[in-house]
């Protein structure tokens, strides 16, 4: 079946620190692969995403290159900022499973001034 | 745009029993997927309905089930609640206009004591 793995959390950062949040997968198929972004107290919004190999997914500053050789999806950003701190899920969707989002566990990322 | 909205927002129930959440989904979106998040964990796939048929389900007993009406919008009922359905219920739509991109709705935290 398919499965996503992500590091574990706590991740914490100063302020302009450079960020990656690694994520691999195993899928049957072809699947898209997603980051989201959980603030505290709320639900989830999609970060990016990217729908076939070597595609690169960016938005707000964060990017992330599908790698199938690799079967990886890791999330960088440049300059992180402290409104960055939130719960950062890596999933995939598998056209041959209905289009159902696979999660991984979450990473917290945890900015300081 | 109307997003995807959940009610309650907050429900505390006991063990024993059964509660209807409710899910409207996006203008325009006809598909309506429901997820279980854990404390701390990434979200699990309950069930998806498209058209008001059940179209996929996770790993999740028969005492989850769900209606779909006309309109698209959603219900996820649990019967005889235990204590490990603590969770936070979110639900998301999509259509395949949208290459069925997922969007969340901000989720009904269910506590049962």
């Known amino acids: 079946g398919n499965s996503v793995t992500q590091m574990e959390g706590p991740v914490t950062l100063s302020e302009e620190a450079f960020l990656t949040i690694n994520c691999t997968y195993t899928?049957?198929?072809?699947?898209?692969l997603f980051w989201y972004v959980q603030y505290p107290g709320e639900g989830l919004q999609l970060l990016l995403k990217?729908?076939?190999?070597?595609d690169k997914g960016s938005n707000k500053g964060f990017e992330a290159t599908y790698r199938k050789e690799t079967t990886s999806f890791h999330l960088e950003k440049g300059s992180v900022q402290v409104s960055d701190s939130a719960v950062y899920f890596c999933?995939?969707?598998?056209?041959?499973?209905?289009?159902?989002?696979?999660f991984g566990g979450g990473t917290r990322l945890m900015v300081k001034p | 745009e109307t997003g995807v909205t959940q009610s309650p927002t907050h429900l505390i129930k006991t063990r024993g029993q059964q509660v209807t959440l409710r899910c409207s989904s996006q203008?325009?979106?006809?598909?309506v997927s429901w997820y279980q998040q854990a404390l701390g964990q990434g979200p699990q796939f309950i069930f998806q309905y498209y058209r008001e048929e059940e179209n996929g389900r996770g790993n999740f007993p028969p005492r989850f089930s769900g209606l779909q009406f006309p309109n698209y919008s959603s219900e996820l009922n649990v019967n005889a609640l235990e204590l490990d359905d603590s969770a936070l219920y979110l639900c998301?739509?999509?259509?395949?206009?949208?290459?069925?991109?997922?969007?969340f709705g901000p989720g009904t935290r269910l506590t049962v004591l």
């Open positions: 999933a995939l969707s598998d056209r041959n499973a209905g289009n159902m989002l696979t």
């Open positions: 998301a739509s999509s259509s395949p206009g949208t290459n069925n991109e997922q969007f």
């Open positions: 990217a729908t076939k190999a070597d």
């Open positions: 899928a049957t198929g072809y699947p898209s």
């Open positions: 203008s325009g979106h006809n598909t």
